[in-house]
Antibody, heavy 122, light 108 residues
Framework: QVQLVESGGGVVQPGRSLRLSCAAS????????MHWVRQAPGKGLEWVAV????????YFADSVKDRFTISRDNSKNTLYLQMNSLRTEDTAVYYC???????????????WGQGTLVTVSS | EIVMTQSPATLSVSPGERATLSCRAS??????LAWYQQKPGQAPRLLIY???TRATGIPARFSGSGSGTEFTLTISSLQSEDFAVYYC??????????FGQGTKLEIK
């Protein structure tokens, strides 16, 4: 069965960096585009970033552009989110999510990880 | 950017009754609309895609309808496990679409 397991969350000071990982199993990871979606405490869902199946194309929400980087290692079935220059407003649960296509195109999220909490606080 | 507006923000319904949740798009998204259920402390779960197609394993009491700018999620006979927050997502515009703000379905 499809499994997505995030890790790497924690408490970090404003301006610092953090890297999240998402380990995938149960499907052909290298065939699917992958996304990060976040949810601030008590708030709704916000799309963050996407990478195509091979990592050649990537896009970001305006709120994280130039600060966050998305990458993947298909040999390790793992997705990453490098978060730099963190702000208090980046505090959220970060989910990795799969879509049923390989290219970057609007699609629904068919599988989600359980999420990892990032808290940005001094 | 397409804005998705869900109503009501909170819906109180008794178990066994029908629940109707609405989602409106600021411009047409065709049938590129999904619904998700989220319980406290859990990740969202896909319920409906293509506005009306149930995802794998979703009970038949969940149904979706609509196209263009107006969409509805109906739960025909509420079970205790259905009380949760529900989000709609349009995936008509690139690169990932946008979510509504959610409707909390609570026990009356």
């Amino acid at each position: 069965q499809v499994q997505l397991v995030e890790s790497g969350g924690g408490v970090v000071q404003p301006g610092r960096s953090l890297r999240l990982s998402c380990a995938a199993s149960g499907f052909s990871f290298s065939s699917f585009a992958m996304h990060w979606v976040r949810q601030a405490p008590g708030k709704g869902l916000e799309w963050v970033a996407v990478t195509s199946f091979d990592g050649s194309n990537k896009y970001f929400a305006d709120s994280v552009k130039d600060r966050f980087t998305i990458s993947r290692d298909n040999s390790k079935n793992t997705l990453y989110l490098q978060m730099n220059s963190l702000r208090t407003e980046d505090t959220a649960v970060y989910y990795c999510a799969r879509v049923g296509v390989g290219a970057i195109e609007p699609y629904y999220f068919d599988y989600w990880g359980q999420g990892t909490l990032v808290t940005v606080s001094s | 950017e397409i804005v998705m507006t869900q109503s009501p923000a909170t819906l109180s319904v008794s178990p066994g009754e029908r629940a109707t949740l609405s989602c409106r798009a600021s411009q047409s998204v065709s049938s590129n609309l999904a619904w998700y259920q989220q319980k406290p402390g859990q990740a969202p779960r896909l319920l409906i895609y293509g506005a009306s197609t149930r995802a794998t394993g979703i009970p038949a009491r969940f149904s979706g309808s609509g196209s263009g700018t107006e969409f509805t999620l109906t739960i025909s006979s509420l079970q205790s496990e259905d009380f949760a927050v529900y989000y709609c997502q349009q995936y008509n515009n690139w690169p990932a679409g946008t979510f509504g703000q959610g409707t909390k379905l609570e026990i009356k």
